[in-house]
Nanobody
Framework: QVRLVESGGGLVQPGGDLRLSCAAS????????MGWYRRAPGKQRELIAA???????NYADSVKGRFTISRDNDENTVYLQMNSLEPEDTAVYYC????????WGQGTPVTVSS
């Protein structure tokens, strides 16, 4: 089983940047497409960015042009660079495979507020 540990969240002002990291255990990581998800207050968890095992990204319209997903297969880590953050980006952020096959980690909270 793959264990996922997210980090890098925090409080940031509108327009600010954050970089999230997700460390995954297990050698299967490099064989999988991975994704970043978020759950905003009062909303369902949604997939906002994904990256194939070969490094091809895809984004939800809500974050396209502002967020960048990347991965380091040698370090079993997937990243989410978040720029130009907006209050609507406030959420708990999680990573998982593209089909959310693994147990969810605790996530990392992001609050965008002045």
């Amino acid at each position: 089983q793959v264990r996922l540990v997210e980090s890098g969240g925090g409080l940031v002002q509108p327009g600010g940047d954050l970089r999230l990291s997700c460390a995954a255990s297990g050698r299967i990581f490099r064989l999988l497409g991975m994704g970043w998800y978020r759950r905003a207050p009062g909303k369902q968890r949604e997939l906002i960015a994904a990256i194939t095992r070969g490094g091809i990204p895809n984004y939800a319209d809500s974050v396209k042009g502002r967020f960048t997903i990347s991965r380091d297969n040698d370090e079993n880590t997937v990243y989410l660079q978040m720029n130009s953050l907006e209050p609507e980006d406030t959420a708990v952020y999680y990573c998982n495979s593209e089909n959310s096959a693994f147990d969810w980690g605790q996530g990392t909270p992001v609050t965008v507020s002045s």
